[in-house]
């Protein structure tokens, strides 16, 4: 996770052979999946966010694709450590709203686990 978005732009390019438009968010996690780094352009240039979980692990595709895409609802469970590929269907975005608001983060994961 020490890539900066001159590098991460630069993997974007080279390795995903992907482009940037308007609302795309390009996601990259650490091997431990405890924290992850959020690439996103607009029309005034790119920004980049990082997250880190207090316990546990972001919930990462079992897939070993290099690329794969997210709805808006998937991408806000992917970000909360909800196991988006187990909650399709469902509409959780406003509980995971509310949980983000809590000021005991072991509370929230402990939560999200026992679904």
């Given at each position: 996770?020490r890539?900066?978005?001159?590098?991460?732009?630069?993997?974007i390019?080279?390795?995903?052979?992907s482009t940037?438009?308007?609302?795309?968010?390009f996601?990259?996690?650490?091997?431990a999946?405890?924290?992850?780094?959020?690439?996103?352009?607009?029309?005034?240039?790119?920004?980049?966010?990082?997250?880190r979980l207090?316990k546990?692990s972001?919930?990462?595709?079992?897939?070993?694709?290099a690329?794969?895409h997210?709805t808006?609802?998937?991408?806000?469970?992917l970000?909360a450590?909800?196991?988006?590929?187990?909650?399709?269907?469902?509409d959780?975005?406003?509980?995971?709203?509310?949980n983000e608001s809590?000021?005991?983060?072991?509370n929230?994961?402990?939560?999200?686990?026992?679904?």
């Amino acid at each position: 996770m020490r890539r900066g978005i001159d590098t991460l732009t630069q993997y974007i390019q080279d390795e995903l052979k992907s482009t940037w438009h308007e609302g795309a968010a390009f996601v990259f996690t650490n091997k431990a999946r405890s924290r992850i780094k959020v690439l996103r352009w607009d029309k005034h240039g790119v920004w980049l966010c990082t997250r880190r979980l207090h316990k546990g692990s972001f919930r990462w595709p079992r897939a070993d694709d290099a690329a794969w895409h997210l709805t808006p609802d998937e991408f806000n469970w992917l970000i909360a450590g909800v196991d988006w590929q187990q909650v399709k269907g469902h509409d959780l975005t406003k509980w995971v709203w509310q949980n983000e608001s809590e000021s005991r983060p072991e509370n929230t994961q402990n939560t999200i686990i026992t679904h």
